[in-house]
């Protein structure tokens, strides 16, 4: 039998592991921060006829400038954006390839504030661009200091910061933001794919796009829309960004049936957004109650909680399954995180941790 290792794969391929969250079929997934609501009924109704309304021009390929949705995302961000500020691509895992597809690859350099989300460094391995792997500080915080005084160290020339940050669940001080902004050398990007459950009082940095052409701001609907499965992420930056990234995108990457269905997805975000409340109500829950049993917990803005347990998280993590319960192990020795869903969830989610300590 062929293995990988018969193939005359690229060297820095060699010996890695595609990411991969377990998708396991146990009654409570909590482990890749979906949003546990299903799509209202009226929205399936509206998606269902735009997608039909579609299906007779499958023979014609799609807006290749995704403009009427780049329209629909601008509005609903606000900020005096436009569609000339916006991209979209199939998930904001391939807007952040795209960004380092154009201003990363061979012989260049992406930092990131470790721990946080898994796949920017592995976005960096594929396009060829050198991963730097900087430290956060005590707790998982990061200062403006901290976060200058690597960026001046390593030079790079994309900056990844994510706010609120996955997997601590933590938003950045605007402060960061304007600092790394001012210091780095090149790109800064801000992934932003959990904003719309940040607690009162923080700041997007779409705030501060005006005036900065190297900030890009990553969002995506897979998170508080909960069209995970459409797959729609999409940017916000200066005009100038949006042409750099169609120099490197696939022509025709965002199918008709995607557009059709992001954009009436999007004419309902009232009815989708409003299960955002809710679980932020069973995240709060969670820190509250996991604080309250002596669980060392991180702040969350965010639809997630990540909290400590004693010993090893893998042991505690095996626990939580065999009662049913998915959660994330992230490889944070004695660290878990939990997606905050349903109230149900967060009820098995809690007896099961009752085992746990
Ligand atoms: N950024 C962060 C921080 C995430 O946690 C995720 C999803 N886990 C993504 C981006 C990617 O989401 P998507 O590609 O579905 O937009």
Known sequence: ??????????????????????????????????????????????????????????????????????????????????????????????????????????????????????????????????????????????????????VREHRPDVVFLCSPNNPTGTALDPAVVAAVLDEAPGMVVVDEAYAEFARPGTVSALAVLPGHPRLVVTRTMSKAFGFAGGRLGYLAADPAVVDAVQLVRLPYHLSALTQAAARAALAHR????????????????????????????????????????????AVAWRTLLDAGVLVRDVGLPGWLRVTAGTPTETDAFLTAMENVS
């Open 1 to 150: 039998m062929t293995t990988l290792d018969d193939l005359p794969i690229r060297e820095d391929l060699r010996g890695r592991t595609p990411y991969g969250a377990p998708q396991l079929d146990v009654p409570v997934r909590l482990n890749t921060n979906e949003n546990s609501y299903p799509v209202p009924e009226p929205v399936v109704e509206a998606i269902g006829k735009a997608l039909a309304a579609e299906l007779r021009d499958l023979n014609r390929y799609p807006d290749r400038d995704a403009v009427a949705l780049r329209a629909d995302l601008a509005a609903y961000l606000g900020h005096g954006l436009t569609a000339d500020h916006v991209w979209a691509a199939n998930g904001s895992n391939e807007i952040q390839q795209q960004l380092l597809q154009a201003f990363g690859g061979p012989g260049r350099t992406a930092l990131g504030f470790t721990p946080a989300y898994s796949m920017h460094p592995l976005l960096a391995l594929g396009t060829g661009t050198r991963w730097v792997p900087a430290r956060r500080g005590a707790d998982f915080g990061l200062t403006a200091d901290e976060a200058v005084a690597q």
């Open 270 to 313: 009232d009815a989708l957004l409003g299960t955002v409340a809710a679980i932020m109500e069973q995240r709060d829950r969670i820190v509250a109650e996991l604080r309250a049993r002596g669980h060392r917990v991180a702040d969350s803005d965010a639809n997630f909680v990540l909290f400590a347990v004693d010993g090893d998280q």
